[in-house]
């Protein structure tokens, strides 16, 4: 987490004092899945790794949230008054 913080902040990808437009949160979202699928591709391949964060941002309509999730891992959704579970990713180490 520490390095792809790390990481993002360099690149000037994120800043907190941006109003994020719909466009702009479209790509930012391209760029997190890019950094994200580049740092877990920098990792030796016998190690296992999941990475989950949340990244809030202000957006033109209000606060938004972006889940990352990515690794070896899956997401998945489970809501005890449902009678199903809700796949959300796939794993893409």
């Known amino acids: ?8 902040k360099e690149k000037g990808i994120l800043s907190a004092r941006l109003v994020y437009g719909p466009g702009q949160v479209s790509a930012l979202k391209q ?6 699928e580049a740092l877990l591709a920098s990792l030796p ?16 309509d209000g606060m938004a ?5 990515t690794g070896d891992s899956l997401l998945i959704h489970c809501d005890l008054d449902e009678p199903f579970a809700v796949q959300h990713t796939s794993d893409n180490f």
């Open 45 to 60: 391949f016998q190690n296992g790794s999941t990475f989950t964060g949340v990244i809030i941002l202000q957006t033109t």
């Open 31 to 36: 760029r997190l899945i890019e950094e994200s």
């Open 1 to 8: 987490m520490v390095m792809f913080a790390r990481r993002m």
């Open 65 to 69: 949230g972006i889940v990352v999730h």
